[in-house]
């Protein structure tokens, strides 16, 4: 999230806030496509991190694409932590251990998108090659330790690090060490939400397995195919996962604002200044918790926005659905994982399709995929079969959902190509993660430096 929210209107109850999210279906002709992916900055010489001061370093990088772009500057204590383009179509963003994201524009076609991420990337190159600067797409950074890992300088980044180890043991490796590719997508009703959550949610272990691209940590391989989805599984369980409410057949906004409520805040802002607020639910918020040691200590509009961007289930309901299970990787995937996930969710008869192939997948079966998949990918056993032979059956009904979008480039080619990279993954059977490692074993003689060449843009 490039910029937190500031909207002063007071609340003043439980449906105003399940209001705030049902305002967020549209009609389907309105229905978007919002891309964002994370990739490691690193200084080409040496392979090293690149900090956040410094003539050659991240805040140099951002301003270089402010003067680029001429996008407006987003600044915490003075000092530049992002960039908005001004109609609000598209950020810049830092993650916390200079992870560079660009939050992509709403836009109608997977054409558009992968247009997007690309002229991204050949804009970030105009810049950051003169300061050596490269990027990494992987899901979690190979070589350096979280002590060798910068800081980058945002005030809910410091209430975050403070908190996390309290409630996890892998908190500060997912802010300061993962990357991923995520993708935002509409709704049209209450009833919609919950097809599409409902399907996504049973799904995401097998975008996990098909986008697995994090097997090294510290500068060795780490025993896992997806080192980040690890991760989530013990980071701070309040507030990430799998929802088990969401697998019943009565799920809707309800229930995710009654979850919300509960799960411990991270800070509200006043007059720009973070006051941690770790020690309280939004519900308490809510009661007056921290009427006496907050200015202006009851809840706004824009203390509950900020307050669902700091929740991190799977699959993220705002006003709009988040998917959140793949690792970063190299640009074709930029392209694909949007193109999976519209493929599934956005034409009718594909959402019918994966719907009926899902509906009798229980959480519990779904998390035992969920903690399985790290390891093992498309290996992982779901009711006796391989995931990769479902992972064929999904593959197809995408492809289908996107062939009968019918939208053309101007090569006359429709948006079914950018499924390509998985169907190759498929095919092979394996992963990028264990390609990876099949290299790391022979022609990379034990090294794993040849990534920051063959993963790099």
């Known amino acids: 999230?490039?910029?937190?929210?500031?909207?002063?209107?007071?609340?003043?109850?439980i449906d105003?806030?399940?209001?705030?999210?049902?305002?967020?279906?549209?009609?389907?002709?309105?229905?978007?496509?919002?891309?964002?992916h994370e990739k490691f900055p690193f200084y080409a010489d040496g392979n090293r991190p690149v900090p956040y001061e410094g003539p050659r370093g991240i805040r140099s990088l951002l301003e270089g694409m402010q003067k680029l772009l001429g996008w407006d500057p987003i600044e915490d204590g003075g000092r530049i932590i992002g960039l908005v383009e001004?109609?609000?179509q598209g950020a810049i963003s830092l993650e916390p251990g200079g992870q560079f994201e660009l939050s992509g524009a709403a836009l109608e076609t997977l054409h558009q998108t992968c247009r997007e991420g690309n002229a991204h990337?050949?804009?970030?190159?105009?810049?950051?090659?003169?300061l050596g600067i490269r990027f990494l797409g992987l899901g979690a950074s190979p070589k350096w330790r979280l002590s060798e890992t910068p800081r980058m300088p945002k005030s809910r980044y410091d209430i975050m690090s403070a908190y996390m180890p309290k409630v996890g043991s892998h908190g500060l490796d997912m802010m300061y060490r993962t990357c991923t590719i995520q993708v935002n997508l509409d709704f049209s009703s209450e009833t919609d939400m919950r097809r599409k959550m409902q399907v996504s949610s049973r799904l995401q272990p097998l975008a996990t397995a098909l986008f697995a691209n994090s097997p090294f940590t510290d500068g060795a391989p780490n025993g896992y195919q997806s080192w980040r989805a690890e991760i989530w599984r013990d980071t701070d369980n309040q507030r990430s996962g799998l929802l088990p409410f969401v697998f019943s057949d009565g799920f809707g906004f309800v229930d995710y604002v009654e979850w919300a409520l509960d799960v411990p805040m991270y800070f509200v802002i006043r007059e720009g200044r973070y006051?941690?607020?770790?020690?309280?639910?939004?519900?308490?918020?809510?009661?007056?918790a921290l009427r006496e040691t907050v200015p202006d200590g009851m809840p706004?509009?824009?203390?509950?926005?900020?307050?669902?961007?700091?929740?991190?289930?799977?699959?993220?309901?705002?006003?709009?659905?988040?998917?959140?299970?793949?690792?970063?990787?190299?640009?074709?995937?930029?392209?694909?994982?949007?193109?999976?996930?519209?493929?599934?969710?956005y034409d009718d008869e594909a959402l019918d399709?994966?719907?009926?192939?899902?509906?009798?997948?229980?959480?519990?079966e779904v998390q035992a995929l969920r903690d399985a998949v790290p390891v093992e990918g498309l290996a992982a056993r779901f009711r006796n079969h391989e995931l990769r032979e479902a992972a064929r059956e999904v593959l197809a009904i995408?492809?289908?959902?996107?062939?009968?979008?019918?939208?053309?480039?101007?090569?006359?080619y429709d948006e079914a190509e950018f499924l390509n990279p998985l169907d190759e993954i498929v095919a092979r059977g394996t992963t990028s993660a264990q390609e990876m490692m099949s290299a790391f074993n022979t022609r990379w003689g034990g090294s794993i430096e040849p990534v920051f060449f063959e993963q790099a843009y």
């Not at 999230?1 to 109850?13: F, L």
């Not at 990337?121 to 003169?130: D, G, S, T, Y």
């Not at 006051?275 to 007056?288: L, N």
């Not at 399709?353 to 519990?364: D, H, L, P, R």
């Open 1 to 13: 999230m490039a910029r937190d929210t500031t909207d002063n209107r007071p609340i003043e109850g």
């Open 16 to 36: 105003e806030l399940v209001g705030y999210m049902a305002r967020g279906s549209k009609p389907k002709e309105a229905w978007r496509i919002g891309t964002e």
């Open 86 to 88: 001004p109609t609000g």
């Open 121 to 130: 990337l050949a804009q970030l190159r105009e810049i950051a090659e003169p």
């Open 275 to 288: 006051h941690d607020c770790t020690h309280v639910t939004f519900r308490q918020f809510m009661d007056g």
């Open 300 to 345: 706004t509009m824009g203390d509950w926005a900020n307050h669902l961007s700091t929740l991190f289930p799977d699959v993220r309901l705002k006003r709009f659905l988040e998917m959140r299970g793949a690792d970063g990787g190299p640009w074709r995937r930029i392209c694909a994982l949007p193109a999976f996930w519209v493929g599934l969710l």
């Open 353 to 364: 399709a994966a719907e009926e192939m899902t509906k009798g997948w229980s959480f519990v």
């Open 398 to 412: 995408s492809r289908m959902g996107l062939k009968q979008r019918a939208l053309l480039n101007r090569e006359g």
